[in-house]
């Protein structure tokens, strides 16, 4: 199975170790992958602050970049969102651009999402054993993809304890544009988050902005946590 590696501009800026991580993590579950040279931001930033035509341009570049992939695997909720959902979107008036944002949206998946759903994966090993954690749901991959229940089984499964956080669900405030736009509120939703956060060993989380967000709100209330990305701790539960 060949897969394509879509790393995100936050993971190539930010988080490189979990490009690393998902890149070992999907050969050890036997994929071949590829890293298309030349992949730049998927959009989304454009797309959310209403330049559609500079989205479209983005998206129809990275349409042509992946072509011919079998599989696009992206270690990020957001940018699959981007890919998956709104590139149809960006294209649904030209019927040409449209096939082809449909045909990339049928074969584009968050990594933790195509373990379980197109591998079939639900035991990557036993490398988390004692660890007590925390998910963040990002609100991309919840509430546009329907990823819950995958990155959490790959945890639990792993033997992570995975802690009832009852805000776990809720929006971290970052929302891209958003934490730029009106700054105030955004902050005060993550600390609104936070201060409901249940003593654990690390924080996690599928989306790179969400983890700067909150990994600067605990910086900023002197809070010495771990923020890690899923990618790279799902690399570790292989042990």
């Not at 993590?25 to 071949?32: A, K």
């Not at 651009?97 to 933790?112: C, D, I, K, N, V």
């Not at 660890?131 to 509430?143: F, I, K, M």
């Amino acid at each position: 199975m060949r897969v394509a590696l879509f790393i995100t501009c936050l993971a190539d800026q930010f988080f490189a170790e979990a490009g690393v991580a998902a890149v070992r993590l999907l050969r050890h579950l036997g994929c071949t992958v590829t890293f298309p040279k030349g992949q730049t931001c998927c959009g989304q930033p454009a797309y959310n602050a209403g330049y559609w035509a500079e989205a479209r341009q983005m998206a129809e570049y990275t349409l042509k970049l992946l072509e011919e992939s079998e599989y696009v695997v992206l270690p990020s909720g957001s940018c699959t969102t981007m890919l998956r959902a709104f590139y149809p979107e960006l294209f649904r008036e030209r019927s040409r651009l449209f096939s082809r944002a449909e045909a990339l949206a049928q074969r584009t998946f968050e990594l933790a999402e195509f373990i379980v759903k197109v591998l079939g994966v639900t035991q990557l090993g036993r490398g988390l054993e004692g660890r007590r954690v925390a998910y963040h749901h990002g609100c991309h991959a919840l509430r546009e993809l329907g990823i819950r229940q995958e990155p959490l089984t790959l945890l639990r499964n792993a033997g992570a304890e995975v802690a009832d956080w009852p805000a776990a669900e809720e929006c971290c405030g970052f929302g891209g544009l958003f934490s730029v736009k009106l700054p105030e509120v955004s902050l005060s939703m993550a600390d609104q988050k936070l201060r409901t956060l249940p003593a654990v060993d690390f924080l996690t989380s599928a989306d790179g902005g969400c983890m700067l967000h909150l990994a600067g709100r605990m910086q900023n209330r002197g809070l010495a946590l771990p923020v890690r990305p899923l990618a790279s701790v799902l690399w570790e539960a292989v042990g």
